[in-house]
């Protein structure tokens, strides 16, 4: 039997989901549906759905199909949409947000994402910069796939080959970026309360 919890009944969770969801909207809501970001957008072609399609489910408040496509996931924060979007929008920006919420919520389709960035950000705290070696060791111990590495070997390979691999063993280094980090995640962790209904 599921258990009830008290201290986030479901009208609560479900308010902050949609109160989340209406701080992206509110940033798109200037919308024209014109299509300039979808065809700005170079990393489209492997997106599920365009640019344009996320941010029409946005204004319409589809979480489910939001939530269950990875273009979001997908989006390398060039900028491009941004400059070119016709009536200003802030498309990274709202990219980033909905990252942000995929990442509170541990949700699926955002868990290879969260750990590529999580190790690669670990590596950078540790050493002051990312060392291929470790980081690529930190990302595949996250995901817990036996299989995983065999689909990395062959740029592994091509990367050795031209000696830009970095293959020193993980080790803690001397964390000369961790107050830094931690700074960065006592202000997040302050505004997220701020932001609490
Ligand atoms: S470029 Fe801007 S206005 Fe045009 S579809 Fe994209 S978000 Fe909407
Ligand atoms: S910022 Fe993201 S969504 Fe916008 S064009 Fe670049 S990759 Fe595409």
Request: with cysteine.
């Amino acid at each position: 039997m599921n258990q009830v919890d008290h201290a986030h009944p479901p009208s609560r969770i479900a308010e902050n989901k949609s109160r989340e969801l209406e701080d992206i909207r509110r940033l798109i809501q200037a919308c024209i549906q014109c299509g300039t970001c979808s065809a700005s957008c170079p990393n489209q072609f492997a997106m599920d759905l365009t640019p344009r399609r996320l941010w029409r489910l946005v204004l319409l408040g589809q979480e489910e199909e939001i939530f269950s496509s990875r273009t979001f996931c997908l989006c390398s924060a060039c900028y491009f949409c941004t400059l070119r979007c016709p009536r200003g929008l802030q498309l990274t920006e709202a990219m980033y947000r909905l990252k942000q919420v995929a990442a509170k919520r541990k949700l699926k389709t955002y868990k290879a994402s969260q750990a590529f960035y999580g190790s690669f950000l670990e590596s950078v705290r540790r050493h002051g910069r990312v060392r291929e070696g470790e980081f690529m060791a930190l990302y595949l111990g996250a995901m817990k796939n036996p299989l995983l590495p065999f689909r990395f070997a062959p740029l592994g390979l091509r990367l050795l080959a031209k000696g830009k691999l970095d293959l020193k063993p993980p080790s803690k280094g001397d964390m000369r970026l961790a107050a830094l980090f931690d700074k960065v995640a006592l202000v997040e962790s302050e505004a997220d309360d701020r932001n609490k209904p």
